[in-house]
């Protein structure tokens, strides 16, 4: 259910059925047994969709997009996904990401390491700070990963009624819930990725016991090659320490993470423009996401990472001009879609944001860089149905709006914040 208080609605059977209802599970439970396709009921003619089982031990099930279609869904369904290519997923998927609808799994190609030779170096290369210059779609590197991930758990969607509800309890519970049915190296990426609970004094030694049963897996065994953990966390400080560098994350008070001297060097270099907005501006958080290894002594060491500003509604950012439109969007009350690059470069024609309180087709907004005086390719890298914004920092004001749709035209989907919240065996991801 939305916070507009309609639930989705799917053709199951032959029967429109809401999702959540009591005959949901049941339903869809059915249609995969029957290798039955749902469709999603946000437009009349309804888009396909399908069922997949979830992993565990817990038998359900779960209603999914077919791969390549979020963009045939209505603006205002859940399922909807921009044009792909005005987004960075575009470039990866069906290459770095590989969905199959028969198994319900994901199968991710990564371009760095998840283990390594105790005793050599442990420098980041193509995957740590250089890795959200990379070009390639044919791999997944740390920032397009993260990218990924924050997608998947529909972080980058905002609707008026989530204000004051998106918390580091719902992000890490999106996050985690996105990383399932996920395969990474032959492994699934749900077990090897640690993001911090929530801190309570009360519940510390529940916590410290939890954390160091999963990092167990990452310590150094000799004669065998390192496994290594994927940490996303809010960071709170990199500084130098009494020896060598550290990484402080929020959620994680008595344990540093450790860095080398010349991965902390780069981190100027590399995440500059990343670093100078978390510097100058209070409400950004700043999220982090790293492999690290475990020492025998249990002191855990980053051998890559990452860096992703964000808003207080935990909305990724590029710089200050983002921030300004996404601020501006979320202070109108907007709804819509915040786009994000995974392995495009900064030159690259991006949709800053998709609004999805609008009449189909969604309008894309687009900030367009200093420097660029022929915006031809942003009016061009969409279908010309597609209504297209653009705003020139450098030397406009930024530019009215669109126009929110008339309420009796929004679909019957609505827009999430994550995840629908509804029990385990009736739980609908959107991929």
Same mark, same amino acid.
């Given at each position: 259910m939305d916070s507009a208080g309609r639930r989705t609605a799917y053709l199951v059977g032959g029967r429109r059925i809401e999702a959540g209802s009591p005959e949901f599970a049941e339903a869809i439970a059915r249609a995969h047994a029957a290798?039955? +396709?749902?469709?999603? !009921?946000?437009?009349?003619?309804?888009?396909e969709m399908y069922v997949a089982r979830l992993a565990g031990s817990d038998g359900g099930y779960i209603v999914k997009r077919m791969p390549d279609t979020g963009s045939h869904h209505a603006p205002d369904c859940a399922s909807y996904e921009p044009p792909p290519e005005v987004s960075g997923l575009g470039q990866v998927l069906g290459s770095a990401i590989t969905e199959d609808p028969a198994t319900g799994e994901t199968t991710l190609k990564l371009d760095f390491a998840m283990s390594k030779v105790t005793g050599r170096s442990s420098v980041p290369t193509s995957g740590g700070e250089s890795d959200s210059v990379a070009s390639s779609g044919s791999k997944l590197s740390l920032r397009s990963l993260l990218h990924y991930l924050w997608d998947q758990a529909e972080l980058t969607r905002w609707h008026p009624g989530f204000t004051g509800k998106r918390t580091w309890v719902t992000v890490r519970k999106h996050l985690l819930q996105a990383a399932e049915n996920k395969i990474? +190296?032959?492994?699934? !990426?749900r077990a090897r990725l640690y993001i911090p609970e929530a801190f309570t004094v009360e519940q510390r030694d529940a916590i410290y016991a939890r954390r160091v049963a999963q990092w167990s897996q990452a310590?150094?065994?000799?004669?065998?090659?390192?496994?290594?953990m994927l940490l996303i966390a809010e960071v709170k400080e990199i500084v130098p320490a009494r020896y060598g560098f550290k990484a402080v994350v929020k959620h994680v008070p008595d344990q540093a993470f450790a860095l080398d001297e010349q991965t902390y060097r780069r981190l100027g270099r590399r995440f500059g423009p990343e670093l100078g907005l978390w510097g100058a501006a209070d409400d950004i958080h700043m999220v982090m996401i790293a492999t690290f290894s475990v020492a025998a002594s249990g002191i855990p060491t980053i051998v890559e990472l990452s860096l992703?500003?964000?808003?207080?509604?935990?909305?990724?950012?590029e710089d200050g001009f983002h921030k300004q439109l996404v601020e501006r969007l979320v202070g109108d009350g907007r709804s819509f879609v915040k786009g994000l690059r995974y392995n495009l470069g900064t030159g690259s024609a991006l949709a800053s944001a998709t609004l999805t309180d609008c009449e189909n087709p969604a309008p894309l907004l687009f900030v367009i860089p200093a420097g660029v005086e022929d915006d031809g390719r942003y009016r061009q890298v969409c279908e010309p149905s597609i209504p297209v914004w653009l705003w020139h920092p450098a030397s406009?004001?930024?530019?009215?709006?669109?126009?929110v749709a008339c309420p009796r035209t929004v679909g019957a989907a609505g827009a999430h914040a994550g995840p629908r919240e509804m029990p385990r065996?009736?739980?609908?991801?959107h991929k």
């Open positions: 290798h039955q +396709r749902p469709r999603c !009921l946000c437009l009349v003619d309804g888009v990474a +190296r032959g492994d699934s !990426l310590i150094a065994v000799p004669g065998k090659p390192q496994q290594l992703m500003p964000v808003t207080r509604q935990w909305l990724p950012v406009e004001a930024m530019p009215p709006l669109p126009r065996n009736a739980l609908l991801a």
